[in-house]
């Protein structure tokens, strides 16, 4: 029995231990903080109530140590480990997953379980600080070293996550390979769904068959930087002989600052679409020609990526995106600008434009970002389990 540990059901995680238990003969018993996102709850960067649309407790078991009806977490943030230990002692795992080591629930979540004598399996988005005092990054360093020392297995994500612990020497008998990735089956992917949905959206949007279509699709908050997308998009306004549409999905603290800045455009088309859920995010991957992701910290992976990519959508992404090394291949699946460069993101754009609206592109992206799949991670996953357990 593998136990994972999270905060609260996610819709990246859970088809990963579905496929762990049903693909590869794992049985998985989540052992989740709070329910509150299947139970629905209000993201407060999003500036949005909802639940995901999607099943996030079927094919495996799981177990709730808090119910968000009876008092328990609202936000992630405030999930606490309250009952872990009478949880584990109950399921008798032979490993656990731990998905992370911030908020403090997955710290403290790992320090039980270690404690508890329990093989830990470690899965997280890692990330090296590139600011902060010499002095923080060592007490940081060395934090992370003996964690990472006290796991049996560590779980890289991809290129940038397997240099982070190569660089905190990390033996590499730890290190085993478990992609990011999104559970496509919400989604409509395939060429015979865009040729329906771009034309249907682009009309109800009012956009014509002539603009090129940007899209940016997260939470509109400083991190995320899509305020540097509309300062971009004006540059190149300027010397493009497109006619150009910005299409925000999502929504955020940001929005009312965007949609003051959109009446200093001219020539460009700007639209505000809200917060969509899983299953009606198709039609706008497809009606757009460019995934943008201007991120200017803290993206440790971006998992918008992989969802466009799926759709044989194009992304231009910021050297701070993690998974930029992974899947955008300039020329071919995308575009990688400075971070922060409005006129490298400008001049990335420009770049990219020549790759849209073509099916040979189309069918690059979906190839590249084939082995991110949820088999494939629980793949990972169920091979560094086995060799825990065999040995």
């Not at 990246?12 to 049985?27: D, F, I, M, S, T």
């Not at 560590?154 to 990735?181: N, T, V, W």
């Not at 200017?296 to 998974?323: D, I, K, R």
């Amino acid at each position: 029995m593998l136990a994972a540990i999270q905060t609260h059901p996610i819709q990246y995680h859970a088809p990963v231990y579905r496929a762990l238990q049903e693909r590869w003969g794992v049985p998985v018993t989540a052992v989740y903080g709070s329910d509150f996102s299947v139970a629905g709850y209000r993201d407060g960067e999003f500036k949005t109530t909802f639940s995901w649309d999607t099943d996030l407790l079927s094919g495996y078991s799981s177990v709730f140590l808090s119910r968000s009806a009876n008092g328990g977490a609202q936000r992630f943030e405030d999930v606490k480990t309250a009952g872990l230990s009478a949880a584990l002692a109950d399921i008798k795992p032979s490993a656990v997953l731990i998905g992370g080591y911030s908020p403090h629930f997955h710290r403290a979540a790992f320090f039980q379980a270690w404690r508890a004598g329990l093989p830990i399996l470690f899965r997280a988005e890692t990330t090296d600080i590139e600011t902060g005092s010499p002095l923080r990054q060592r007490v940081r360093g060395a934090a992370l070293r003996t964690m990472y020392s006290r796991a049996t297995r560590l779980l890289y994500i991809g290129a940038r996550s397997k240099r982070h612990y190569e660089q905190l020497g990390c033996d590499a008998a730890q290190l085993a390979f478990s992609p990011y990735c999104v559970d496509t089956s919400p989604f409509e992917t395939e060429e015979s769904a865009r040729t329906e949905m771009r034309e249907r959206l682009r009309q109800t949007l009012g956009i014509g068959r002539d603009h090129l279509v940007v899209l940016f699709s997260g939470k509109l908050i400083p991190k995320k930087r899509p305020d540097l997308l509309l300062a971009a998009v004006r540059a190149l306004a300027e010397k493009s002989a497109n006619r150009l549409a910005v299409v925000f999905l999502g929504d955020g603290e940001l929005r009312s600052a965007l949609e003051a800045e959109r009446r200093n455009l001219t020539g460009v088309a700007v639209l505000f679409v809200g917060f969509q859920n899983q299953r009606l995010l198709s039609p706008y991957y497809h009606a757009a020609d460019l995934l943008v992701l201007p991120s200017q910290y803290s993206e440790t992976w971006g998992l918008v990526v992989n969802e466009a990519l799926a759709h044989g959508l194009p992304c231009v992404v910021s050297t701070a995106v993690g998974c930029a090394e992974d899947l955008v291949r300039p020329g071919h699946t995308g575009e990688i600008f400075p971070v922060g460069s409005v006129s490298g993101l400008s001049a990335a754009l420009e770049r990219a434009s020549a790759l849209a609206g073509r099916l040979d592109i189309r069918e690059c992206c979906r190839a590249q970002v084939a082995g991110y799949s949820v088999d494939r991670a629980a793949c990972g996953i169920a091979q560094a389990y086995r060799s825990v357990v065999d040995s």
